[in-house]
């Protein structure tokens, strides 16, 4: 009946692995000095599944995972067929990569949130598929795109934290603002915050401690904006030290990429 059971030594793997980590994330979590944190938030734990198998998905919605991250949109949008197909229907899906506009329509299928806003042309993009979505919806054409249950498309806008370095994507930080006013004025889509990648091969603290400087810019203007998706394998800890409430964690949980597939 389940064509998506993974392979039980696999499945007991991947749940120790979600369980060890999300152990020393609340822990990390509970150190965070006070009035970082935007207040009233957790950490959330997102395992980051590109490259691995709908099974390892299905394995880890069955250990209790409920959201999980992805940085390719056929891969991810393959993957959660099956799995809604499996009857695992209550599964989150942020996407997490770079994204062009012409794969907006396609994200919008089955995705709650989009970590890597980083220019006007994506949030048009976005808008106008969320709208044809609700539209066809509203036709009885296609299922509701997930993001409707939880008020609209969440958008985090990525922001560059080397400017224009080795181009991990990402707005300058000096385009927040703006980019921040048409998320809110896009019908359809959520602001939700702020996401970052740091920097390869430097200190990952001053990173972070300057994307929640503009985390605390960015809330003056827009209080309900109050993520920050930060934190992978390597770096959670001082993310989560400056305030991340999202970390977003593949290698420490599913094991290494697979290498013919190539880094992210
Ligand atoms: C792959 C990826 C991650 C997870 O990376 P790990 O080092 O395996 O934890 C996090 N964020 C983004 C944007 C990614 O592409």
Avoid at 71 to 97: F, M, P, V
Wanted: charged fraction near 25%.
């Amino acid at each position: 009946m389940d064509e998506l059971r993974c392979e039980p030594g696999r499945a007991r793997e991947l749940e120790a692995g979600c369980r060890r980590v999300a152990e020393e994330v609340a822990a990390a979590a509970a150190e965070t000095p006070p009035g970082i944190r935007a207040e009233g938030l957790d950490v959330e734990l997102i395992p980051v599944t590109k490259f691995f198998p709908a099974s390892d998905v299905a394995a880890l919605y069955d250990a209790g995972v409920r959201a999980v991250g992805e940085n390719r949109d056929q891969e991810a949008s393959a993957k959660a067929a099956r799995l809604i197909a499996s009857g695992r229907t209550e599964l989150s899906w942020h996407y997490i990569g770079q994204l062009q506009t012409n794969k907006a329509k396609s994200v919008v299928s089955y995705a709650s949130s989009v970590h890597s806003v980083d220019r006007s042309s994506l949030v048009a993009a976005l808008a106008k598929a969320y709208r044809r979505r609700l539209e066809a919806w509203e036709a009885g054409e296609a299922a509701a795109p997930p993001a409707h249950a939880s008020g609209g498309l969440e958008c985090l806008i990525q922001v560059d934290l080397e400017e224009g370095a080795a181009g991990r994507g990402g707005a300058a930080p000096a385009e927040v603002g703006r980019l921040a006013e048409e998320i809110e004025q896009a019908e359809g889509l959520r602001l939700g915050g702020l996401m970052a990648v740091a920097p390869l091969g430097a200190e990952p603290g001053p990173s972070f401690e300057r994307l929640w400087e503009i985390s605390q810019r960015l809330r003056a203007e827009h209080p309900q904006a109050r993520q920050i998706s930060a934190g992978m394998s390597g770096d959670w800890a001082e993310a989560i030290r400056w305030g991340s409430t999202r970390v977003r964690v593949g290698s420490s949980i599913m094991g290494p990429r697979p290498e013919a597939t190539g880094p992210a």
